[in-house]
């Protein structure tokens, strides 16, 4: 099993430019969220999917969409990337929503807004 | 405001130290979790508790819900323990429970 796998691990954006982060897991697991980890600051929930179909909004969404393409995948997008995306971003799985699961991580993705 | 705090921040120890690291909550909460983010950036779970104590190797942690603390120990410690250490509890936010993280013990164990 790969676990859960994010693509791309790097990327380098300009101000402006839009880009989809792709998250996929292999461990059937209902819910998929996506965090942001900047210097400093603990991890920051942005959009979560609790099961397939359904989306919410986390606590730093502004700036982003995402799409729950089925129970595997859940993508995150950058529509108009600002310097201040400048971050890490993980990808999670658990079982079950809310978490009183273990999540399971993804490599993550550095992102740098110029 | 900081709904999950962490203590210390930063942690140098000697190998073969007894090391402890604290969280603390606000909140009321059910369980907390523990996690390891490796010096490359991935991050693993360590522990889900919601009361007492749970071993896993050398790694030991304990919660008091009411008290709203809980700690890792990490016995006879050795330079592959150096990673950050994250703590998180699931809180409710806008519509749900979501993890809310403390910003992490970085611990540098040295040889």
């Known amino acids: 099993n790969a676990g859960v796998t994010q693509t791309p691990k790097f990327q380098v954006l300009k101000t402006g430019q839009s880009m989809t982060l792709q998250c996929a897991q292999d461990m059937n697991h209902n819910s998929m969220y996506w965090y942001r980890q900047d210097p400093g600051m603990g991890l920051r929930l942005i959009y979560y999917?609790?099961?397939?179909?359904?989306?919410d909004k986390g606590e730093v969404p502004n700036g982003y969409n995402v799409s729950r393409l089925n129970k595997r995948e859940f993508s995150l997008r950058l529509e108009s990337a600002a310097p201040s995306q400048t971050s890490v971003y993980f990808c999670?799985?658990?079982?079950?929503?809310?978490?009183?699961?273990?999540?399971?991580f993804g490599p993550g993705t550095r992102l740098t807004v110029t | 405001k900081n709904e999950v705090e962490q203590s210390p921040q930063n942690l140098t120890a000697q190998e073969g130290e007894f090391i402890t690291i604290n969280c603390s909550y606000s909140v009321g909460i059910s369980a907390l979790h523990w996690l390891q983010q490796h010096p490359g950036g991935g991050i693993v779970s360590l522990f889900m508790?919601?009361?007492g104590k749970k071993k896993h190797g050398r790694l030991i942690a304990t919660i008091n819900i009411q008290e709203k603390h809980s700690s890792l120990h990490i016995t006879a410690s050795h330079p592959r323990d150096s990673a950050v250490y994250i703590c998180?509890?699931?809180?409710?936010?806008?519509?749900?429970?979501?993890?809310?993280f403390g910003k992490g013990t970085k611990l540098s164990v040295i040889p």
């Open positions: 998180a509890a699931p809180i409710r936010g806008a519509g749900s429970y979501q993890l809310t």
């Open positions: 999917s609790a099961s397939e179909g359904t989306t």
């Open positions: 999670a799985s658990s079982p079950e929503h809310p978490s009183y699961y273990e999540q399971y």
């Open positions: 508790l919601s009361s």
